[in-house]
């Protein structure tokens, strides 16, 4: 079990950057997958993007490619996610998880089994 607890959200208008941080409470990061996931209100939890445990592999959704870029230090035991011209459709609640892997990322909300209490992002227009 890992503890994740993410930061770094706030309220931004459309077009800046924001990066959000996920530290994780264990000895072992590095043998963790990582990934972020947001929920926008009324949606389900949907796939934003996801990093091996060597950083070799990374996957991102189609709406967020070209724009987030994910990254790890894993002296640090953090994830990052780096957003980018950001768009009023970003707005959600973005979650941090983590599975134990060292093959892999995934890309699937039930793959995971820890995950933090999400970080609040909002793009205004």
């Known amino acids: 079990q890992v503890q994740l607890v993410e930061s770094g959200g706030g309220l931004v208008q459309a077009g800046v950057s924001l990066r959000l941080s996920c530290a994780a409470s264990?000895?072992?990061?590095?043998?963790?997958?990582m990934g972020w996931f947001r929920q926008a209100p009324g949606k389900e939890r949907e796939f934003v993007a996801s990093?091996?445990?060597?950083?070799?592999?990374?996957y991102y959704a189609d709406s967020v490619k070209g724009r987030f870029t994910i990254s790890r230090d894993n002296g640090k035991n953090t994830v990052y996610l780096q957003m980018n011209s950001l768009k009023p459709e970003d707005t959600a609640v973005y979650f941090c998880?983590?599975?134990?892997?060292?093959?892999?990322?995934?890309?699937?909300?039930?793959?995971?089994?820890?995950w933090g209490q999400g970080t609040q992002v909002t793009v205004s227009s």
């Open positions: 998880a983590a599975k134990v892997s060292r093959i892999t990322a995934f890309t699937r909300v039930n793959e995971y089994d820890n």
């Open positions: 264990t000895r072992s990061f590095s043998s963790y997958a």
């Open positions: 990093i091996s445990w060597n950083g070799g592999r990374t």
